[in-house]
């Protein structure tokens, strides 16, 4: 005889984790791509800092040289320009002529300011036939 007010158990087979091991994975998942991410992000970010402040420091560094150069190209256009003031005029001149050690050590100068750049070769030559007929 069938009993009565029994049912029969039912065994339901689970196919793969619970709901709660998948949630536990999904977690497990999300933190590893989490933490994986900031470390290439934090790396790429320190890289890039570094370059960047590497590129400054070079930018840096080219703009005071161009600054010196500047500056040195002015100082020598002045020593050149005082150079050429200091060399008497013939009209000027009595009848004594500068020292020989003095005319060659102007003719040197003379000599290196166009060396340098800061003569032309007819502002040299201009300058040196004035300091010969002197």
């Known amino acids: 005889m069938p009993r009565r007010g029994r ?3 039912v065994t339901v087979q689970r196919r793969g984790p619970g709901i709660v091991g998948t949630m536990a ?3 497990v998942i999300a933190g590893t791509a989490t933490a994986t991410s900031r470390a290439v992000g934090g ?3 320190g890289s890039a800092q570094k370059a960047q402040q590497q590129e400054m420091a070079n930018a840096a560094a080219m703009q ?3 600054e010196l150069e500047q500056l040195q190209a ?3 256009a002045m020593q050149a320009q005082q150079a050429v003031a200091a060399t008497p005029t013939p009209a000027a001149t009595p009848a004594a ?4 050690n003095d005319m060659l050590a102007q003719l040197q100068q ?3 300011l166009k060396e340098s750049g800061v003569l032309s070769d ?3 030559q201009l300058a040196k036939a004035k300091l010969l007929a002197g």
């Open 110 to 112: 003379l000599a290196q």
């Open 74 to 76: 002015q100082m020598a």
């Open 97 to 100: 002529a500068p020292a020989g």
């Open 43 to 45: 790396a790429m970010t």
């Open 7 to 9: 049912r029969p158990t």
């Open 122 to 124: 007819e502002e040299f």
């Open 25 to 27: 994975r999904t977690a």
């Open 64 to 66: 005071s040289q161009a």
